[in-house]
């Protein structure tokens, strides 16, 4: 697992050289957004079984073929089991959030993922629509509390969509 400020120092060491103005430019945009983060890990720790719950409302009110007869969050069973997996996407996201580094998204969630969706037949399509809705609901809930710039929040969902929609192919 690895945050921003480990993976810089690892960068600078590899080569032996001292923090430089990229490097410290790179420091200056982390710490300056640190209080958003800790602030939206906040938001969403208090939020987290609402933006799950909403998120998934949302999902099946649009894709309703989902839980009908046929449909891969059909049952109580996998109806939780997607809720489930809704809700290791928005904590593991928080923590890349914190980490403003991908890296525990990969190491973590993505890996060997996609050969278990398709394992099991659980559709990538939707899941992707799925990790957006709550994107777009965490972000709202960020500005509503006055933070302007949002965009560190898009990072690791896009982060995750984009593996997951590069894959499936
Ligand atoms: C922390 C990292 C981690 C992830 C990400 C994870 C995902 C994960 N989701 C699973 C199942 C599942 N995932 C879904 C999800 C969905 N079905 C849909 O139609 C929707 C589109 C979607 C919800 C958005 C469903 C329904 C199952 C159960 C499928 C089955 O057993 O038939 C399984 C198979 C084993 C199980 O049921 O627990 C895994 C491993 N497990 C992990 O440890």
């Known amino acids: 697992m690895r945050d921003a400020v480990t993976n810089l120092i690892k960068t600078y060491d590899t080569t032996g050289r001292y923090l430089d103005r ?3 430019d790179s420091l200056k945009t982390y710490f300056d957004t640190g209080a958003a983060r800790i602030a939206a890990a906040g938001i969403i720790n208090s939020k987290a079984a ?3 719950r909403q998120a998934g409302l949302r999902l099946f009110d649009e894709n309703p073929e989902l839980i009908r007869p046929g449909g891969n969050a059909y049952t109580t069973r996998r109806y939780a089991a997607c809720l489930r997996d809704m809700d290791y996407y928005l904590r593991y996201a928080t923590y890349a959030m914190i980490a403003a580094d991908n890296n525990v998204l990969d190491e973590r969630v993505l890996q ?3 050969e278990t969706y398709n ?4 559709p990538i399509g939707p899941t992707v629509i799925g990790i957006q809705i709550m994107k777009d609901i965490v972000k709202e809930a960020v500005a509503a509390a006055g933070i302007a710039d949002t965009s560190f929040v898009d990072v690791p969902f896009d982060h995750l969509t984009r593996d997951f929609s590069e894959q499936d192919l």
Do not use: E, M, Q
Request: proline residues 0%.
């Open 22 to 24: 990229n490097a410290i």
């Open 112 to 114: 060997g993922l996609r």
């Open 50 to 52: 609402s933006i799950v």
């Open 119 to 122: 394992s099991l037949g659980v």
